[in-house]
């Protein structure tokens, strides 16, 4: 029993706190995880992923091999495009569809979406008109985790358990907020 | 025991830890930023060790030394190009009789994510003929540092603990072990610190009577395993680190893997080599950075009647960072199936300076200022600034090592350049800038200094700085500048105009002046407000 899953947005969208509650919620169900993330340069605005391997058994690479992922979970819909070759042929990409802009040749979105959509099993979601109905267009990367969860291998109640140890320190509010953007983003999965 | 989440980074802080680690010292630089970071954080809980930045990797070295020298163990980490500024003293202090245990974390860029270059440390290791360990994954991390420490202590060595960007910045869970008491303080002795030619020639030869027993802890070492297959001898591996992992990937067990040694330790383990060589008539060597395992059995004539494969063979990619699916192609296994797409659409997002930056306002009026001149040149040195090398300033033209922007815009300067301009930051001045500048003082270079003063190490993460605002205009007096010649501007659109006139006041003034661009970063800004608003 394993999945691997590489996380992808921009820097500063929030993928690491996706890999925060998954990585956790790992743990809490008794599985081996590794997760390779990327700092430094990278970060500043540039496209960033995350490989992310949870496993029953050992894991010996930090690195998901090509073919490998079962699921690309992406919080921008160009950034889901950029690590298709490490989805297995029945692989899976959950992403938002609002593009995040920063760049001065950002292909056309339509064509952008016309692609995602050529892979076979693809879940497009709006994640800024959710993360806004949810209370603030910051809680994106919550509503895209909520709808990747059904797909994954932990426990929905271990990943909510995580998203409150995420934002407790940010009060009450902040975690309630972050905990319906989950909802509406699992909602809107199904 | 108890179980951790951590990085492999932290992994190796909190091996340092628990081995009874009495002070740690660190420049920021990534991939060994975490570290550091880990134990401040470490530290600000639980009292007992000191954890520190310093202001370049060199300092931070000669810091450890002495906690070495009282007796006590101390651990120094740094990124690759780190340990180039602190050659001096770690060529030196191999030479030395180390007291406490002294480790030295060295963190590789294979692949150069965030780098100038992707050299390899072991290489510095076998440089200085110190032992050298290097783990494949976050339990090894935490346990190789222990043994580090107690290796350093047991031959009077420093000991390098080698990581790269993979393992460093990797998450996974470790099993810690019992946590030891810190060693009473105990001084060096001097005929074992001074390196005198007396004292220096008679150190060095017993360094270099040591190596034999290098290599036997090698051959020893638990941490080298090796596995001989009975049934099968054509192929052979040897792969170190990550190589390690990336082999092991494409086998689904232990069982259908060829015969393979894992090293772990330098010197090299000669005698479980020579094992495997001997078993097999095909070797191929899986390393993660330069071809050192490979070379070093090749020699120059290579191994007869068998085969060594590798990067110098073109089994491997010879630059560039290792993949599970590069090692894949090496073991001559056939690629997985995954799905394509016409990437032709993959626009790509390199990284840039966040909206606002005071370093995109510096650019714009550096920009402006130098328009009229056509053979400008503009000195970079390395931080966020750098990104202005990129679209849309495109403002820079060089960016080689910390500090080189004020010696080359001298250099430049003094076979004609002009104008030539130097910009860096803070933090980069503070490690490196000083020097250079007091050159440039005692000649009057006609060159322009640009400090960009954001009040942190915004590049790496955020970490202080030592030299900013008043205390920065302040050393630049104290270096010589004079004081007519020392400008502060804000970078603003609103002060765009003021701020192009006091350029081309400094590059037009006949002689050396440092103009200092004085602005938070944003991101350190952003930070102060979440704090204020709760
Ligand atoms: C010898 C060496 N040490 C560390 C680094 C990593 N590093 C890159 S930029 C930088 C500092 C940047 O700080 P500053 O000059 O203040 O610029 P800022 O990023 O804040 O704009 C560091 C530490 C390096 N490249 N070389
Ligand atoms: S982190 Fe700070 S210095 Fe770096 S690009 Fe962003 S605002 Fe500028």
Same mark, same amino acid.
């Given at each position: 029993?394993?999945? !691997? ?33 990327? /700092? ?10 995350? /490989? ?5 058994? /050992? ?6 091999? #090509? ?52 892979? #076979?099993?693809?879940?497009?979601? !709006? ?22 969860? #059904? ?12 998203? #409150? ?26 | ?36 970071? *880990? ?14 930045? =310093? ?5 931070? *070295? ?43 974390? +060295?963190?590789? @860029? ?75 303080? =105990? ?39 090796? @596995? ?56 191929? +060597? ?74 995109? @306002? ?10 009229? *001149? ?10 966020? *600034? ?13 960016? +080689?090592?910390?500090?080189?922007? +004020? ?45 960009? @003063? ?81």
């Amino acid at each position: 029993m394993k999945q !691997d899953i590489i996380l992808a947005g921009v820097g500063g969208q929030g993928i690491l706190s996706i890999a925060f509650v998954i990585d956790n919620a790992a743990l809490k169900d008794g599985l081996n995880f590794k997760q390779a993330e990327v /700092h430094g340069m990278a970060q500043r605005g540039g496209a960033v992923q995350s /490989h992310l391997r949870l496993s029953k058994s /050992h894991i010996f690479s930090d690195l998901i091999p #090509k073919g490998e992922a079962e699921l690309i979970i992406s919080v921008e819909p160009l950034e889901s495009l950029r690590y298709v070759e490490y989805l297995n042929p029945d692989g899976c990409i959950v992403t938002s569809t609002n593009p995040f802009c920063n760049i001065p040749d950002y292909p056309p979105i339509e064509d952008v979406l016309v692609e995602i959509r050529s892979v #076979k099993k693809a879940v497009l979601i !709006d994640s800024e008109k959710l993360a806004k109905e949810a209370g603030s267009s910051r809680a994106q990367n919550m509503v895209i985790l909520g709808a990747a969860s #059904k797909y994954l291998m932990v426990g929905e109640e271990s990943l909510m358990e995580f998203i #409150k140890v995420l934002f407790k320190s940010r009060g009450e509010n902040i975690v309630n907020m972050n905990l319906r953007a989950f909802q509406l983003g699992k909602e809107a999965a199904s | 025991m108890t179980r951790e989440i951590l990085l492999g980074d932290e992994a190796v802080a909190l091996g340092a830890i628990h081995a009874g680690l009495s002070a740690g010292y660190s420049y920021p630089g990534t991939p060994a930023s975490e570290i550091m970071e *880990y134990m401040i954080r470490a530290s600000n809980k639980e009292a007992g060790f000191k954890a520190t930045w =310093c202001v370049n990797e060199k300092v931070a *070295y000669e810091e450890a030394l002495g906690v070495s020298f009282a007796g006590k163990r101390t651990l120094v980490s740094m990124k690759h190009v780190g340990l180039n500024v602190a050659a001096d003293p770690f060529m030196n202090s191999a030479i030395t009789r180390i007291n406490g245990g002294l480790v030295v974390v +060295v963190a590789d @860029d294979p692949g150069m994510h965030s780098s100038q270059n992707e050299q390899d440390s072991r290489y510095y290791a076998h440089f200085a003929h110190v032992f050298c360990f290097e783990p494949s994954n976050h339990q090894e991390a935490y346990d190789m540092t222990r043994s580090a420490f107690d290796v350093s202590e047991r031959f009077n060595i420093p000991v390098m603990v080698r990581m790269v960007t993979r393992l460093s910045h990797s998450r996974s869970r470790i099993e810690t072990r019992e946590i030891k008491k810190e060693n009473p303080i =105990c001084y060096g002795q001097g005929q074992d610190w001074t390196l005198l030619p007396m004292n220096a020639c008679r150190r060095f030869a017993h360094l270099v009577d040591a190596q034999p027993e290098f290599i036997g802890l090698s051959n020893e070492s638990p941490f080298n395993l090796l @596995d001989l297959k009975d049934y099968d001898k054509s192929l052979g591996i040897i792969a170190s680190g990550i190589g390690y992992n990336y082999v092991m990937e494409n086998y689904s067990n232990q069982e259908n893997c060829p015969s393979l040694l894992k090293v772990s330790t330098y010197p090299l383990p000669e005698a479980l080599i020579a094992k495997l060589v001997n078993h097999v008539e095909t070797v191929l +060597v899986v390393e993660e950075g330069y071809p050192l395992i490979e070379q070093t059995i090749k020699g120059l004539f290579g191994i007869p009647e068998k085969k060594l494969h590798g990067k110098l063979t073109g089994h491997l990619p010879r630059t560039g960072e290792l993949s599970p699916d590069a090692v894949r192609e090496a073991l001559g296994i056939k690629p997985r199936e995954h799905l394509r797409i016409d990437s032709s659409i993959l626009a790509s997002r390199p990284p840039q300076l966040c909206q606002g930056c005071p370093h995109g @306002d510096t650019f714009n009026a550096l920009n402006q200022t130098l328009e009229p *001149y056509s053979q400008a040149s503009v000195f970079s040195d390395i931080g966020c *600034y750098t990104l202005g090398a990129l679209p849309p300033y495109k403002a820079v033209d060089s960016c +080689v090592c910390m500090g080189a922007s +004020v010696s080359m815009a001298k250099g430049g300067a003094e076979v004609g350049v002009f104008p030539s301009v130097a910009v860096i930051g803070d933090s980069t001045f503070a490690h490196s800038g000083i020097t250079p500048l007091l050159d440039a003082v005692a000649s009057n270079t006609n060159m322009t200094v640009v400090i960009v @003063d954001n009040a942190l190490v915004a590049m790496t993460g955020g970490q202080p700085t030592f030299a900013t605002g008043e205390k920065l205009v302040q050393i630049i007096k104290g270096v010589g500048v004079p004081e007519e010649h020392i400008r502060v501007i804000v970078p603003l659109p609103k002060n765009l105009e003021k701020n192009i006139q006091v350029m081309k006041e400094e590059i037009e003034h006949n002689g050396l002046s440092v103009i200092i661009s004085l602005r938070e970063c944003i991101q350190k800004a952003k930070k102060k407000i979440k704090k204020g608003a709760k």
